[in-house]
């Protein structure tokens, strides 16, 4: 977080590829492509595919989401299935202070998973992905808020292999603190 606040600072509307750049060089590995979307970004792109389904698997409540002005607000979230709006979803993947065991990072990056593959769900359940009028509605909603060194093109041209991605081929892990 600190490499990206400084690379976007000096470099402003880079950061997100300067940051996999030197997340690459620190850690010898090879970065294909980045893609960042901001919260404004993450809301708009939520809202284009008319939202989520979530089962959430832990009701809980943060006292301490925040809020303007440096306040704070208090959200909650019931157990079970639900449709989230962008806005909702935000809050969802954001929440770090919940009670029953969703407080922190940990919980945090379970839920985020979560949200992906509702995403990726909703995503083959409307279509989406061979519709390339409903790719450029996505792509325009979005535009203003992501940074990538993809093109338009590439994105469009990777987009249909989201539907190899089903859950039993996609390994996902959460570190935790046990």
Known sequence: NSVHAWE???????????????????FDTHIDHVVRIDFRGFVAFMDALGGIDINVERGFTDAEYPAEDDLFQTVTFKKGQQHMDGATA??????????????????????????????RERLMSLN????????????????RHVQTDLSPWDAFRLA???????REKVASHVITDA
């Open 128 to 143: 989406t992905l061979g519709d390339p009028n409903k790719l450029g509605n996505i792509y325009s909603a979005i535009t």
């Open 8 to 26: 976007e600072q000096d470099h402003p509307g880079e950061g997100a590829i300067r940051t996999a750049k030197k997340f690459a060089e620190a």
């Open 90 to 119: 935000l809050i969802y993947v954001r929440s770090r202070h919940g009670n029953n065991s969703e407080g922190g990072d940990f919980a945090r990056a379970h839920r985020q998973q979560l949200v992906l593959q509702a995403v």
């Open 160 to 166: 249909p292999m989201i539907q190899d991605f089903s």
